[in-house]
């Protein structure tokens, strides 16, 4: 999921797919830990997108204390 694609979304909305993303992280981490997963970038993508979410919700707390 790009940057872009994540501003679009509103703060309800960032914070539902952080949850979902990060059920599905740690599940193919679980996964990948008893058999190896067919693409492990897929784990290494997974987190960036957790990270670029909770960047960008990060952001609108900031701006809105402000």
Same mark, same amino acid.
């Given at each position: 999921?790009? +940057?872009? #694609? !994540?501003? %679009?979304?509103? +703060?309800? #909305? !960032?914070? %539902?797919?952080?949850?979902? #993303?990060?059920?599905?992280l740690?599940?193919? #981490?679980?996964n990948?830990a008893?058999?190896?997963?067919d693409?492990?970038q897929?784990?290494?993508?997974?987190?960036?997108?957790?990270a670029?979410?909770?960047?960008?919700?990060?952001?609108?707390q900031?701006?809105?204390?402000?």
């Amino acid at each position: 999921m790009k +940057t872009s #694609e !994540i501003k %679009e979304l509103s +703060t309800a #909305e !960032i914070q %539902e797919r952080i949850a979902t #993303e990060s059920e599905a992280l740690v599940r193919m #981490e679980m996964n990948h830990a008893v058999s190896p997963v067919d693409n492990p970038q897929s784990i290494r993508a997974s987190r960036r997108t957790v990270a670029r979410l909770k960047t960008i919700l990060r952001l609108r707390q900031i701006s809105e204390t402000k």
